[in-house]
């Protein structure tokens, strides 16, 4: 893989739905193969149960506010174009990513704000246009009688700079919609060699572990603790639904782990971390799968009444092996993995997000 490949694009930025041409230049093996390879094939949900996409009259331009949502029952939020293009085939399935509205409503309160310079926002190369200037992406989808907002985040606290603007974002979504239930979901890296490929931990803990551009706050080791999953909500995350695109990862459980013990958390951390065999950036202990988002969430809805809120991210790569104790090689293959599999581990965290949600309305 070419030495100018960074993770952190690759983990943020590649679409498994429409692979860049920037991937395929850096040799990115899943740059290559067919979407269809890359994405969660339909799962068989129980009857009456299954997500629709809900139309949409008239057309929501870049500039509306959310309030047309008010009173929905529940805010999935995700990060990644990997997680996103996964959440939008099983939740959206006539709806691609590519076909999701752009959010820009009071965008130039935030312009001054994003300040990192490597922040998708502030990226205005050809490949990156749709993110230019975009604080998020959404849809509206139906499970059962619940109506639930499908956002992607455009913002993100590892590479936006020091003012956060992505708080400010989470609490404006949550504010504006006032939905019953908020979800943070995506892919993460697994910590400790139990975790593997395809898991997926429902945080019965969120916490920051800030060792560098956040080291100095006051929040910088917080912990935050999710609402109870609602009754039903395990058992409804059956092997009919998570077993056809788990069978599809090699090195992966037949059946995913789901991990939802209330010491069963989620490491956020405010750079691009990962598990390695070495633990070079000393994640053992702290949780079993990190993360670049949940924590901040968790912050933002702090005080906001009459609403339950949970993370859950599926091990998009295990801990890596590093045996000639390279980072840099263990970063690389790290890459690999989570191009090659995020999205179809992603189908695992979706499918309990769709748990939650059911079992907290119907």
């Known amino acids: ?35 269809a390879a890359q994405l969660p094939h339909a799962i068989p949900w129980p009857a009456g149960t299954a997500p629709t996409p809900i139309t949409l009259t008239p057309l929501p331009v870049d500039t509306d506010d959310l309030s047309r949502f008010e009173g929905y ?33 009071n965008v130039a309160q935030y312009i001054p704000l994003v300040t990192g310079n490597v922040a998708p926002f502030n990226d205005n190369t050809p490949e990156m246009a749709r993110y230019y200037h975009t604080l998020a992406l959404y849809f509206p989808c139906q499970i059962g009688k619940a109506k ?42 697994g910590i400790g060699s139990e975790v593997l490929l395809g898991d997926v931990v429902i945080a019965g803990a969120v916490r920051f572990d800030c060792r560098t551009q956040f080291k100095n706050e006051p929040w910088h080791e917080a912990v935050y603790s999710p609402s109870k999953l609602p009754a039903g909500a395990l058992a409804a995350i059956t092997p009919s639904l998570t077993q056809p695109n788990a069978s599809r990862i090699p090195n992966a459980r037949p059946t995913p782990k789901i991990w939802s ?53 599926n091990a998009s790569d295990p801990q890596i092996p590093n045996p000639t104790n390279s980072i840099k090689q263990a970063g690389d293959a790290a890459a690999q993995i989570y191009a090659r599999y995020g999205g179809l581990t992603t189908a695992a965290s979706v499918i309990s997000t769709w748990a939650v949600i059911h079992s907290a309305t119907h």
Request: net charge negative; charged share 15%; hydrophobic share 45%.
């Open 1 to 35: 893989m070419s030495a100018n490949l960074n993770f952190a694009d690759v983990r943020l930025n590649y679409d498994p739905s429409q692979p860049q041409q920037r991937f395929r230049n850096a040799g990115l093996e899943a740059a290559f193969l067919a979407p």
């Open 148 to 189: 639930v907002l499908l956002v992607k985040s455009g913002l993100h606290l590892d590479y936006d700079g020091p003012a956060t603007p992505v708080k400010k974002l989470m609490t404006e979504i949550a504010q504006t919609v006032r939905p019953k239930l908020f979800i943070t979901t995506g892919t993460g890296g």
């Open 261 to 313: 013990s209330a010491s069963d958390a989620i490491v956020t951390t405010d750079f691009f971390a990962f598990d390695d065999s070495t633990n070079f950036y000393k994640l053992q202990g702290l949780g079993q799968a990190c993360d670049m988002g949940d924590a901040m969430v968790a912050s933002a809805l702090q005080g906001i009444p009459n609403l339950s809120w949970h993370a859950i991210r």
């Open 73 to 105: 029952d529940a805010v999935v939020v995700t990060w990644t174009s990997a997680e996103a293009a996964a959440l939008a085939s099983l939740f959206t399935p006539a709806n691609p990513i590519s076909t999701w509205f752009l959010y820009r409503h």
